[in-house]
């Protein structure tokens, strides 16, 4: 699709503001800045410690089987905001700003402000960091500037020195902390009367990178206790050359390995995300004094996973499991049930749908995911989507319920069984046994794919955490890592 169709679509499909009568329900959405499957509900590290998002996520539906739309902050984001596909837009990484591709777009923020809601965010949502323009943020009724957070004394405690790729205890208390902050302001925004129904978006900044957290996070996990994530050695060996250079073992993985970093590293990441857990917790209890508590729908998702060494890869930028799938849950009252599990392949393209599907609106046409609706009424109805995962221009990563299909630009691939080998140690594209499996899944891989937005703006696969906001008005570009 071309842009100028795309904004075509966008302008076509504005819905008339004001169709709606009766109260709306209050939509209280989460995001969360790099965590991976390392909690409690999910099971990805047995250490993890996140037992207020597991109660959350026990009140409604855990989408087990989820994946981003893409691994990395600014078009993960783009999507799910926009509706729109990083093969539609040509969002495809984090050096590409939004804000141009989207400028017409109606996103997530824009339609609810149309149809009457008060638009609230706070923290980040968007990935407005590394300079990046913010055309597509500044739709907000009111947008609230975290602030930053405490760092040590020294510029690297991990010695690494490979810039905010570091780690350790800070000398800080909660309150310190922009998360707190963050809590604190959207707790007071649910306890307040709004005249119109309240859209109240709460971007937690952390676990992104750095990790630091007070010391009481890291006393949580003794360094002598940590357990390495689980690898496989020499698991690149059956990785084609594409997969190796996202993978990049010469370069976090030699390095960590190298400084003795590695048990530090899941030490502070598994206290990070103690961290953050605590503050859902904080934001849960205000939710419950809230008088908006029980209508409310909740909507939680992390932007993508992250690695920890597994495939010898750090970080997110990759198409494997690790990277791709992060929390994702959904409380609807009246229409999830407490405790409810969904293993059907989703992806983030089913949020925008499936929100306004939920407060009862026809959904804007251009919105290209399903609502995920029938799954919440019951997880284990027939569902014949699957979740795609693109990164970069021409690489992508389909998944159903019990495959993963990879395929790279230039053309090499990887299959991996889930029912045998949940870790993907091992490579079944070569084998003609499975031509059949992969065959159907490379039908669901996009026909034609969106050149790719400008560069520029931000640093290329960097990692700018964008904190947003001006105090009490419209965000405005925040150059913050
Ligand atoms: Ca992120
Ligand atoms: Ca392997």
Redesign the pocket.
């Known amino acids: 699709m071309t842009r100028g169709a795309l904004a075509g679509i966008a302008v076509t499909c504005l819905v008339t503001a004001g169709a709606w009568g009766a109260a709306k329900p209050d939509v209280l959405f989460i995001a969360i800045?790099?965590l991976n499957d390392w909690t409690g509900c999910l099971g990805g590290h047995p250490q993890a410690s996140t037992p207020n998002l597991d109660r959350l996520a026990a009140r409604g539906t855990l989408f087990a089987n989820a994946q981003c739309a893409a691994p990395a902050?600014n078009p993960s984001r783009a999507a799910l905001m926009s509706g729109l596909r990083p093969f539609t837009t040509g969002v495809y990484e984090n050096g590409q700003p939004y804000g141009k591709p989207l400028k017409d777009v109606l996103t997530l923020n824009r339609f609810l402000q149309r149809e009457g809601y008060a638009v609230i965010g706070g923290g980040k949502i968007y990935h407005g960091g590394g300079g990046l323009p913010d055309e597509a943020t500044t739709d907000w009724d009111h947008y609230f500037n975290r602030g930053p957070d405490p760092h040590p004394p020294e510029k690297s405690v991990s010695g690494l020195n490979n810039d905010h790729f570091d780690w350790g205890p800070v000398d800080a208390k909660d309150d310190d902390m922009g998360d707190h902050r963050l809590v604190t302001w959207a707790s007071e925004e649910l306890q307040k009367k709004h005249d119109k129904p309240l859209f109240l978006a709460v971007g937690f900044v952390k676990p992104?990178l750095p990790w630091y957290a007070p010391q009481k996070y890291f006393d949580r996990f003794p360094l002598e206790s940590i357990q390495l994530p689980v690898v496989k050695t020499n698991d690149l060996d059956d990785v084609p050359a594409a997969g190796r250079a996202m993978a990049k073992p010469d370069g976090d993985h030699a390095a960590v390995v190298k400084a003795g970093q590695w048990k530090h590293a899941v030490q502070a990441y598994l206290a990070t995300i103690a961290f953050v857990d605590g503050q859902i917790g904080r934001l849960m209890e205000a939710v419950d004094r809230s008088p908006r508590a029980k209508d409310l729908i909740i909507v939680l998702w992390s932007?993508?996973g992250w690695h920890l060494g597994e495939k010898e890869h750090w970080r997110?930028f990759a198409l494997w499991e690790e990277a791709t799938r992060p929390p994702f849950l959904i409380v609807a009252p009246g229409v999830t049930k407490p405790g409810a599990r969904c293993e059907a392949p989703v992806d983030y393209m089913g949020i925008y749908p499936t929100i306004v599907d939920l407060i009862g609106l026809p959904v804007p046409k251009h919105v290209e995911g399903p609502s995920l609706r029938p799954l919440l009424v019951d997880p284990a109805a027939p569902w014949s989507h699957v979740s795609i995962c693109t990164h970069g221009r021409g690489n992508h990563g389909v998944r159903d319920r019990d495959w993963r299909y990879i395929r790279y630009k230039d053309g090499s691939e990887e299959l991996y069984d889930h029912r045998n080998d949940p870790y993907e140690w091992t490579n079944l594209a070569g084998d003609p046994k499975h031509a059949d499996v992969k065959k159907l899944l490379a039908a669901r891989l996009p026909a034609t794919e969106a050149p790719d937005a400008p560069r520029g703006g931000g640093k290329e696969g960097g990692e700018g955490g964008g904190k947003g906001g001006g105090k009490g008005g419209k965000r405005k570009a925040a150059a913050e890592k």
């Open positions: 800045d790099d902050c992104h932007d993508h997110k």
